[in-house]
């Protein structure tokens, strides 16, 4: 039996497989991964800044424009679309077998391709809000408002609801992934390294009879794994899912 089949097998078997993923669900729609970005070199500010501080609250608030700037370069996709596994996500979910995704993307794909349960660990880039009064934006005007986007309502700027570094996650969030992830009889988790915390941590609660890794490269979870598949996502599930019938 292939991996693929015992895939297939245990899915037909669920009926609360909770999804897991991290940046690899994204590249397969042509998002790049935003950790594997090298130092970029602001020409305002004259400094060389990595990735990790640019996407910062403490930045931010200090450079607005800089940030903006570089948020709408790297941050938003609005060109992709939805992957073979993303789609085949809200499939599982629509049959029945799958009762929540979680993930710490931002793209906001897994909604586009039909899945109704997904819990955004980092936020998403298609929300937005005003940091002094809480009014709510979409992406299209954080997108459109340069170089800095102002609240209609009372002038507050406008901030992507995205969790930048140095920032806490979403409690509720937190919560009701725990949740998914106690009560689920399978966790799939794919295209994370499972090395960015606290959401890496997530996986601790899974008490399930099925845990199933499907990623290019090892983690610490493999030796706890019933499966282990080193293929791309959205084919494994792909295929996985029209097994199943």
Do not use: W
């Given at each position: 039996?292939?991996?693929?089949?015992?895939?297939?097998?245990?899915?037909?078997?669920?009926?609360?497989?909770?999804?897991?993923g991290?940046?690899?669900?994204?590249?397969?729609?042509g998002?790049?991964?935003?950790?594997s970005?090298?130092?970029?070199y602001?020409?305002?500010?004259?400094?060389?800044?990595?990735?990790?501080?640019?996407?910062?609250?403490?930045?931010?608030?200090?450079?607005?424009?800089?940030?903006?700037?570089?948020?709408?370069?790297?941050?938003?996709?609005?060109?992709?679309?939805?992957?073979a596994g993303?789609?085949?996500?809200?499939?599982?979910?629509?049959?029945?077998?799958?009762?929540?995704?979680i993930?710490?993307?931002?793209?906001?794909?897994?909604?586009?391709?039909?899945?109704?349960v997904?819990?955004?660990?980092?936020?998403?880039?298609?929300?937005?809000?005003?940091?002094?009064?809480?009014?709510?934006?979409?992406?299209?005007?954080?997108?459109?408002?340069?170089?800095?986007?102002h609240?209609?309502?009372?002038?507050?700027?406008?901030?992507?609801?995205?969790v930048?570094?140095?920032?806490?996650?979403?409690?509720?969030?937190?919560?009701?992934?725990i949740?998914?992830?106690?009560?689920?009889?399978?966790?799939?988790?794919?295209?994370?390294?499972l090395?960015?915390?606290?959401?890496?941590?997530?996986?601790?609660?899974?008490?399930?009879?099925?845990?199933?890794?499907?990623?290019?490269?090892?983690?610490?979870?493999d030796?706890?794994?019933?499966?282990?598949?080193?293929?791309?996502?959205?084919?494994?599930?792909?295929?996985a899912?029209?097994l199943?019938?």
């Open positions: 039996m292939t991996d693929i089949e015992k895939l297939s097998r245990i899915l037909s078997n669920s009926v609360s497989a909770v999804f897991f991290g940046a690899g669900m994204s590249t397969e729609s998002i790049p991964d935003f950790r970005a090298n130092g970029i602001n020409q305002k500010l004259n400094q060389t800044f990595l990735p990790e501080e640019m996407a910062s609250h403490k930045f931010f608030v200090q450079h607005p424009e800089e940030f903006f700037a570089f948020y709408r370069e790297r941050f938003v996709y609005l060109d992709a679309k939805p992957n993303h789609i085949a996500l809200a499939e599982l979910e629509r049959r029945g077998i799958l009762s929540a995704v993930t710490q993307n931002i793209d906001g794909l897994h909604q586009v391709a039909g899945s109704r997904v819990y955004e660990l980092h936020g998403s880039i298609r929300r937005s809000y005003c940091v002094k009064c809480g009014a709510k934006y979409d992406i299209d005007y954080v997108m459109e408002n340069v170089p800095v986007p609240c209609e309502k009372c002038g507050g700027i406008v901030k992507p609801d995205v930048l570094y140095g920032e806490q996650l979403d409690n509720k969030t937190i919560s009701n992934s949740r998914a992830i106690s009560d689920a009889d399978t966790l799939i988790v794919g295209g994370t390294s090395i960015v915390y606290p959401a890496a941590g997530l996986i601790d609660y899974f008490r399930g009879r099925h845990l199933i890794l499907i990623n290019k490269t090892a983690t610490h979870a030796v706890d794994a019933e499966l282990v598949i080193r293929e791309n996502i959205g084919e494994t599930l792909s295929k899912v029209a199943i019938d």
